[in-house]
Each structure stands twice: as structure tokens, then as C-alpha cells.
């Protein structure tokens, strides 16, 4: 089946520690999306990238990377100088050119402990 | 940021009545709008695009368009309480390959 896969679903991090956050697709799409989801905030966009080895900063990149070396892969890191990193991380794609037709991962829920 | 403004709720309906859900935003060039539905612990799914003025209909749900208001609405006609959700508007613009989330309207359907 062809969709777009999470990983790991509950993370949890401590303080000062870097995690990394797993997406991975199988529609073939060139475009892919991390967004962060805070209660009554919507969806804020982390990172975009439109094509493998390019990426671009969103609206609230700081304490923030990702990497985009395979067409199906995106993942993103969660560093120590995000300071309030607890929130639901949601991975999206899209066709090349048909931006917000998106198909969303089941998402990453992660606390900080 | 282009603005992207929903009322956040929440909004009850009964049963079998119509749903009205409005998204206003603010950036002029925006071309493509979206409805996307996210269950309560879930993760977006789209269910409505809209391109062009006017009305589209894809069975109980009408988007409806106005570039000159700058307002796109979702209808729900007899809703049904599997239509409780958040409903999120997504606005795409014609530069760079970013698309635009509203903060999202609850809708409870009360059986």
C-alpha cells in the first residue's frame, strides 16, 4: 500500500537531548512537509523540501534540522536549542505542483520529560 | 506568515442539519484552497480542494470560493455525528511550494 509512514508514534526526550524524527514515503512525491501542531495553533511549518538535497526553513525552523538525501525519506531532528519541543510533529507529501494536496503521516507525538 | 483565519469554535449542529464553516485569508495572490478534516488524536486528511470561483460539490460536502472577499467556506449538508472533527483551511500561494493552515474550527454533530 502506498502512503506515508511515522516513526516512532510516542517519543519521549529529555532535557538537552537531540531526537530524531522518522518519515518516510512511498508515493513517489517530490515534495515533503514537516509540521508542528500545538492545541489551538494549527499547523506551523517547520521545513519544506521540493526536491532531494534541497530544503527550506518554514515559519519556525530554529531548533530545528532536517535532511533530505533520499526522494522517500525526510527526517527531522529535534535539537537541544528547540526549548519547548513538546508538541504532535506531523510529515506530509506532495505531487510536484500540486501543493496543498497533501498526505499526512500518522504523526509523532513527543514529550519532553 | 500569510494569514489564514478560522473561527475556532465550537460549533454544534444536530444532527441531519447543515454545517457552515468559514476561512478568511489575507494574502491576495493565494490560488488554491483546501479543507482538510482531523480527528481528535489524528492526523489531516483532505476532503475538499477548490481552484476557482463558485461552488463545488463532492457528495454532502460544498466548498465554496469568493477570491474577492477573500473567503472560502465548507458546507455540511446533513451532517452526520462521524463528521465531528476539527476542520482545518489550507491556503496555497502562487510562489515557493508552501501551503498555508488555518487554526482550525471544532465541529460536534449532536446525534
Known amino acids: 500500500d502506498g502512503g506515508i509512514t511515522q516513526s516512532p508514534k510516542y517519543l519521549f526526550r529529555k532535557e538537552g537531548q537531540n531526537v530524531t524524527l522518522s518519515c518516510e514515503q512511498n508515493?513517489?512525491?517530490?515534495?515533503m512537509y514537516w509540521y508542528r501542531q500545538d492545541p489551538g495553533q494549527g499547523l506551523r511549518l517547520i521545513y519544506y523540501?521540493?526536491?532531494?538535497?534541497?530544503?527550506q526553513k518554514g515559519d519556525i525552523a530554529e531548533g530545528y534540522s532536517v535532511s533530505r538525501e533520499k526522494k522517500e525519506s525526510f527526517p527531522l531532528t529535534v535539537t537541544s536549542a528547540q526549548k519547548n519541543p513538546t508538541a504532535f510533529y506531523l510529515c506530509?507529501?506532495?505531487?510536484?505542483?500540486?501543493?496543498?494536496?497533501?498526505?499526512f503521516g500518522q504523526g509523532t507525538r513527543l514529550t519532553v520529560v | 506568515q500569510k494569514e489564514v483565519e478560522q473561527n475556532s469554535g465550537p460549533l454544534s449542529v444536530p444532527e441531519g442539519a447543515i454545517a457552515s464553516l468559514n476561512c478568511t485569508y489575507s494574502?491576495?495572490?493565494?490560488?488554491?484552497f483546501f479543507w482538510y478534516r482531523q480527528y481528535s488524536g489524528k492526523s489531516p486528511e483532505l476532503i475538499m480542494s477548490?481552484?476557482?470561483?463558485g461552488d463545488k460539490e463532492d457528495g454532502r460536502f460544498t466548498a465554496q470560493l469568493n477570491k474577492a472577499s477573500q473567503y472560502v467556506s465548507l458546507l455540511i449538508r446533513d451532517s452526520q455525528p462521524s463528521d465531528s472533527a476539527t476542520y482545518l483551511c489550507?491556503?496555497?500561494?502562487?510562489?515557493?511550494?508552501?501551503?498555508?493552515f488555518g487554526t482550525g474550527t471544532s465541529l460536534t454533530v449532536i446525534p
Open positions: 477548490i481552484y476557482s470561483n
Open positions: 508515493l513517489n512525491h517530490d515534495a
Open positions: 494574502d491576495r495572490v493565494s490560488q488554491s
Open positions: 506530509a507529501s506532495s505531487e510536484q505542483g500540486r501543493r496543498g494536496e497533501a498526505f
Open positions: 523540501s521540493q526536491i532531494v538535497n534541497d530544503f
Open positions: 489550507a491556503v496555497a500561494v502562487n510562489t515557493g511550494n508552501q501551503f498555508y
